[in-house]
């Protein structure tokens, strides 16, 4: 059995299961995560609003463990979406230097926690250098399957679903469009092959989805907190957690 700092899974599972008093079987499969607020938690400080993305790179680290602890088998962060790009140059670099940052120096954190990466957004417009480096971050961790992390960079949900129509239009006759299914669409996603997420969570007081995984979302669990994101830890997702297994999802049935 696979071990996380020499416990087996199932025993840090259970333990952290317990404390919160949760469920097993009512666990999350896919979280997904707007982490927001970096900049208004440095601006509390009277830091500079790239001290609150450092920190921000904190809690993931800690949100990636977390999340494996509680037996949650996706996390889904959206680290930068296709209109951040309308920030300030200086802000936009130095974010872009934090992924590559990140893909180097979080490696070995990432394999002793079990997570295995995919980065998903439109990779073309990523520079070469940082390409190759998400490139190497998912070759790296790809044997890994405690949990899978997929990084959004540079992601848009409307651009995710116009390329999709793009495809199927230029890859598919017109009787095998009339065929189509919302299985079939979703295959046509950057999230093919992934669950749909149980869980949305946005950190930071804003009540909004922000161009992230609309399709995807359709039956997800809405939690939204005031906390900022570098102050995200295990107590809040915990709390989160109770939260989500109090709700009765009901898929429009009774
Ligand atoms: C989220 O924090 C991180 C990114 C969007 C990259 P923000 O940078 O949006 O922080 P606020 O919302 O300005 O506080
Ligand atoms: C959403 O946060 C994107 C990420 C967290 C990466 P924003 O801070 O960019 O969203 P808005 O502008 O408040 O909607
Ligand atoms: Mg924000």
């Known amino acids: 059995m696979p071990t996380i700092s020499g416990l087996t899974d199932t025993l840090i599972v259970d333990k952290h299961l317990e404390d919160f008093n949760l469920e097993s079987e009512n666990i999350p499969t896919h979280v997904a995560i707007i982490m927001d607020g970096n900049g208004r938690w440095a601006k509390k400080r009277h830091l500079p609003r790239i001290m609150g993305h450092k920190s921000g790179t904190e809690a993931f680290r800690v949100a990636v463990k977390n999340c494996s602890r509680f037996g949650i088998k996706y996390l889904s962060v959206y680290a930068f979406s296709s209109e951040n790009w309308k920030r300030p140059e200086d802000e936009v670099k130095f974010l872009m230097s934090l992924f590559k940052q990140l893909s180097i120096n979080e490696v070995k954190n990432l394999n002793k926690n079990g997570a295995r990466v995919k980065v998903l957004g439109d990779k073309e417009g990523l520079s070469e250098d940082l390409r190759k480096h998400m490139k190497s971050l998912e070759k790296q961790t790809e044997h890994n399957d405690v949990i899978q992390v997929n990084l959004l960079i540079n992601y848009g949900s409307r651009r995710e679903i116009l390329d999709a129509i793009k495809t199927i239009s230029k890859t598919l006759s017109k009787e095998e469009i009339n065929d189509l299914t919302e299985k079939d669409v979703s295959n046509y996603l950057y ?33 939204f907190t005031d906390i900022f994101w570098p102050d995200f830890n295990l107590d809040e997702l915990g709390k989160i957690l109770q939260e989500y297994q109090s709700r009765h999802r009901r898929y429009g049935g009774l």
Request: hydrophobic content about 40%; proline content about 6%.
């Open 191 to 223: 999230t093919k092959d992934i669950p749909d997420p149980d869980l949305f969570i946005r950190t930071s007081g804003e009540y909004r989805i922000s161009n992230f995984l609309l399709w995807q979302l359709s039956y997800a669990e809405f939690v």
